[in-house]
């Protein structure tokens, strides 16, 4: 039997240790959470100067994971980011051996995914789908719980290598930070122009604990008729040709099921609820719907076109 309080109040106490160092925010990490509560990874698009890169480190030590960055640049190498055997000499006796690369972590924070040239973006999609790393014949499995949170810059465009489409469906989510509201924005500059560095934070979960939460996040029930309410949504996409072009597969069915019973079990309900889908459907989706020439000449986003499928499928 699930302890729904006890498991809120560990989720309270996360967000808790993370406000200590992040203001606002909350429901991107939130976001950031639901991915890896479904063992999958998430693609961070905002503005620069948001605090990306300090959420997800906060959140890693919160979490007690191993935490690495790479920032990715148009002349990063696949063995960069993966590793690479290197030649030693024991007693006269040449070996290789392999030297692991900065994608042996917990948590992954590939910065500026897109900013990486097609071949670097390609050597992440055997860790973020396999979970783990093959150089030559050999193949190496990567430390458990794995995550890639993946960041990019909407604005700035040139010499980027925009993801393709198969590489973007294997995030389970499209988070999208927005500039802080006034009071936020004060709270920021306040705290962090009077003191030398953020408050220490406390470790709250550790890595065993995190893979019992990611199984007690697969055994929260979903009823019969959201699941299915879940599949037309998504299916909604594909036959919607007044505006998207091309819609989303399956995945995105079995994404937005899971990603439903994770922020129900972070937010305290014992069950899916029409809530937890309705959240859940614009990160899920958003990265895998392509709008057509109409949508776009009228100005629409994707998020508008999930609000309209929303609205026709989803009833409270």
Known sequence: MINIEKLKGTFDA???????????QREAVEQILVAMLCDSNALLESYPGLGKTLTIKTLSEVMDMKYSRIQHTPDLMPSDITGTEIIQEVGGKRFFKFQEGPIFA?????????????K??????????????TIGTKTHQLDKPFFVLATQNPIEQEGTYPLPEAQTDRFLLKITLD?????????????FTKVEKPKEVKKILGKTSFLALQKLTRQVPIADDLAKTVVKIVA??????KHIEYGASPRASLG???ASKAHALMNGRTHVSVKDIEKMAFPVLRHR????????RKGMTTDDVIKDI???????
Not at 120 to 133: D, G, R, S, W
Not at 179 to 191: A, G, L, M, S, T
Not at 236 to 241: D, I
Not at 310 to 316: P, Q, R, S, V
């Open 14 to 24: 996360v967000f808790k240790q993370i406000n200590k160092v992040i203001i606002g």
């Open 106 to 118: 917990n948590i992954l924070l590939a910065d500026e995914i897109n900013r990486a040239t097609p």
């Open 120 to 133: 670097t973006q390609a050597a992440l999609l055997e860790a973020m789908q396999e979970k783990q790393v």
């Open 179 to 191: 500039y802080p509201p006034y009071d936020d924005e004060v709270q920021i500059v306040d705290r």
């Open 236 to 241: 909604a996409t594909r036959t919607n040709k």
């Open 256 to 258: 937005l099921v899971l």
């Open 289 to 296: 719907i392509i709008l057509n020439f109409e949508a776009e």
């Open 310 to 316: 929303l609205k026709e499928h989803l009833k409270a």
